[in-house]
Structure formats: C-alpha cells, structure tokens
C-alpha cells in the first residue's frame, strides 16, 4: 500500500512538471520564432517484492518466496524542444526575415551570443541593426551590423544591399541536434560555434511559433485528468491507512 502512495505521488509530480511545460507553450503560441516543448515519461524499474522470513525449504535458493511486482511510478526522462519550422507568414517589412534553415545570430545583454528564429529585426538609434529586444544582430564574422538610413534589399543569401553596394551580410548558422539549450523564449545558447550556412532567408515574411493551440490544450487536459485520477488514489490509500491504523488501535485494547 505504501508502494502504491508511491505511485500515485510520482504520476503526480510528472503531471505537474508537464503540465507547466503545455502552458509555456499555450502561452507562446503567438510568440514569433518560439519551438515547443515536449516531455518524454519513463517508468521507474519494477519492484520485486518478496517475503524476507526464512522459508521452510530444503533448497536454499527458496530462502525468499517471491510474492510478485509492482510498479514504483513515472517521472519525466527530459525536456525536449520541437525544432520543426513553424508557419512563415508575409508582413512586408523591410527588416522582418524568417529562416528555411539555420539560425540568426545575434548579441545577448552579457556579450554572449543567442542563436534564434524570431526574425523581427529593426534599427536602434545608432542604426545598428537590432531584435525587438534590443540585442544586435551579427554578421557571418560576429560583428554588429550598421544600416544605412535608406531602405535596404536582403538577399536569400542575406547580403543587405543599399542598391547594389553590399553593406553586410547577415550570419546564419545551423547546429546538430542536442547542440542548443534553450535561454529565454525563443533564444537558445550553444558551447559550440555552428556551422555557416549560406540562402534560405525571405525578406518581408516572420516565421510563427510551431506550437499548435488545439494539440497543446487537449494535453493538457489529459495530463490533468492523470493529475486529478492520481490525486483520488492518494486520497482513498491515505484513507484506508488511516482506517487500518484505526482498526488496529482498537484491537490491541
């Protein structure tokens, strides 16, 4: 019984741990660059429960009678995010670029660099080329990147054209997976540096979260019902020690 308190106790702690991992999605559902995140459960290993007493027997391999096995619960193995493209919808800004691969490198607040999707990029008042947080974006050797004041033309292959004299050529690299750890909504940091690639960015298009709205509420609602299944059985095992412990009180007066 004790074992099923167990159980029932861990089965919980995963819902919960889950569902919090399904209302960051929801919640950034209409985050622009945002990749969900995903939770893989495992079981813990089995139990094998036996009587410890001696057991009357000649062999000594019968010292134990196994009684039988009972499982010890759930808990989420890792977090994993969802790379998969999320939808690229047209806005005809000039500094609005989504990626078909890769990712944007741009300047964190601590002089780190980010690596992100969310290609909604402006100007500062330096005309320095920057994202809606206020980091720099970077060029293919790590540099900030200076606009001119005019509108400019970026390339598939993210040269930015002021006219046809190239300014500076946006960097974009791409990672093997497992390389990125997740730093912020839509921003990940890497230990290692990536690998350059070349094309693949669309002037005048974001692209969108790849979370779905409808798969992440009808997960959640499932994890919720375990959490609440869950919760009963504690509820109804703590009850039934409590009567136990009760009744054997009785019984010893």
């Known amino acids: 019984m004790i074992k099923g308190l167990y159980s029932a106790f861990t089965a919980m702690e995963a819902a919960w741990r889950y569902q919090d ?24 290993a089995d139990v094998l429960l036996s ?29 994993a995010t969802d790379f998969g493209a999320g939808s690229i919808t ?3 800004n ?17 002089g780190g660099t980010f690596y992100t999707r969310a290609g909604r990029f402006g100007r500062d008042d330096n005309g320095d080329m920057v994202t809606s947080q206020g980091y ?14 005019s509108t400019v033309s970026i390339t598939p292959e993210g040269a930015i054209l002021d006219g ?8 974009v690299v791409d990672f093997a997976p ?9 921003f990940f940091r890497s230990a290692d540096p990536g690998t350059a690639i070349d094309g693949g960015i669309r002037q005048g298009f974001l692209e969108g ?3 779905n709205m409808v798969e992440e509420l009808t997960a959640l609602l499932a994890v919720q019902r375990t959490y609440q299944a869950n919760q009963a059985v504690l509820a109804r095992l703590d009850g039934t020690l409590e009567q136990a412990a009760g009744e054997v009180g009785r019984v010893g007066v």
């Open 51 to 79: 009587q410890q007493a001696p057991v009357p027997a000649p062999l000594s391999a019968r010292v134990q009678a196994v009684v039988g096995q009972i499982g010890t619960g759930a808990f989420i193995a890792e977090f």
């Open 136 to 149: 720099f974006v970077l060029d293919q050797n790590g540099e900030r990147i200076t606009l001119p004041p």
């Open 164 to 171: 046809d004299a190239e300014v500076a050529r946006i960097g």
């Open 94 to 110: 000039e500094l609005d670029l989504a990626l078909t691969g890769g990712f944007f490198q741009v300047e964190g607040p601590d």
């Open 90 to 92: 047209p806005t005809g």
């Open 209 to 211: 979260s790849n979370s």
């Open 178 to 186: 497992g390389q990125l750890l997740r730093s912020g909504e839509a």
């Open 21 to 44: 991992v399904l209302a960051n999605n929801i919640a950034n559902s209409n985050t622009t660059g945002f990749k969900r995140e995903h939770a893989s459960m495992q079981p813990f």
